[in-house]
């Protein structure tokens, strides 16, 4: 008895020892704030969990109070991952230095619009703004060519928008950024002059073209199949303006790499692995999303990935941070 508990002192000893010389190995868990919906997300982060052994610990939240709480933590926060709904927060994160640069390799074979300029995050997928139409209302010389085209007087009263979605402003801070802030106010105001009708979201928009309360919405891509997976001979279509058009706007769901964080290479991994074919995969199939890579099968609902690169306006997705300004127009134009 007395060797053996000399022998478990000694062992007592040596862990205590080599505690203090070796570090402990904390990468087998991360924390992320996630912007993304839990139904949406959940089940890629599971199969990232299974796959690498590191438990994701997931703050939910709305992703621009997400982006204020990490600024006020600063390095404090226990989050080692960010991934927002849009490339505004990502920008405002990446202004206030709070996101690390990532390895270029990681994201260098990816299409201009699907990245950021600064390399401090990258987009997990992509979604196009379109707009969606009633096939049985609109006749084909009636498609519009440009997001500017809606004011004419042909489409007096058969159009609509979201003013108050966030991804309506994020298409309205592009615009801005785009065409100035004169020229997207005089939009906004012809707009509202030519009976564009104001709904809650982008869903009820789709709703509106299916049920004949409107012949045209302003949307993000991902809705309608939606409704078609559950119906497929719902009654309505979508397209994209002629390329390079602002009303084409692919804005992103981007994921960055906290600076403060000591988890970087699982991080890291956390990163390639929605990346992946496996996972982009899953956002085109299952969410309706864009992937960002080439080579991946998309959703049939979807425009082709060469499709979706050659609309795409050329924009700095870095500059879509002034929701403010954007507010403040929208206010002008007695939107919101």
Do not use: C
């Amino acid at each position: 008895m007395r060797n053996l508990l000399i022998t478990l002192i000694a062992l007592g000893l040596i862990v205590a020892v080599l505690a203090t010389v070796l570090p402990f190995n904390n990468d087998d868990q991360l924390t992320l704030y996630s912007g993304r919906g839990e139904s949406m997300v959940s089940p890629i982060i599971n199969k990232f969990e299974q796959e690498t052994g590191i438990k994701v610990n997931v703050r939910y939240g709305g992703t621009s109070q997400l982006a204020v709480l990490l600024q006020e933590e600063g390095d404090r926060t226990p989050a080692d991952l960010f991934w927002g709904q849009d490339a505004g927060a990502m920008g405002a994160l990446s202004e206030a230095g709070l996101l690390q640069t990532l390895p270029t390799d990681l994201y260098g074979d990816l299409p201009s619009i699907f990245t950021s300029e600064t390399g401090e995050w990258v987009a997990a997928s992509g979604r196009a703004r379109v707009f969606v139409y009633s096939p049985r209302r609109v006749s084909e010389d009636e498609l519009p060519q440009s997001v500017f085209d809606l004011t004419e007087p042909r489409y007096e009263g058969r159009v609509s928008w979201a003013p108050n979605n966030g991804s309506f402003q994020s298409f309205v801070t592009a615009m801005r950024h785009e065409h100035g802030d004169e020229r997207t106010l005089q939009w906004l105001q012809d707009m509202k002059a030519n009976g564009t009708q104001s709904f809650r979201n982008n869903s009820t928009q789709v709703e509106g073209v299916a049920d004949g309360s409107i012949d045209f919405g302003l949307v993000n891509n991902y809705y309608l199949p939606r409704f078609k997976a559950n119906d497929p001979n719902f009654p309505a279509e979508q397209a994209f303006f002629s390329d390079g058009d602002i009303g084409n706007l692919v804005n992103v769901a981007g994921i960055g790499i906290i600076r403060h964080t000591e988890r970087t290479e699982a991080a890291e991994a956390f990163v390639r692995f929605l990346l992946s074919h496996e996972a982009q995969q899953y956002f085109t199939s299952t969410v309706y999303e864009y992937p960002v890579r080439d080579g991946v099968p998309q959703h049939e609902e979807l425009e082709s990935f060469e499709r979706l690169l050659s609309v795409a306006p050329e924009m700095n997705l870095d500059q879509l941070t002034d929701l403010e300004g954007t507010l403040k127009l929208l206010r002008q134009a007695d939107l919101i």
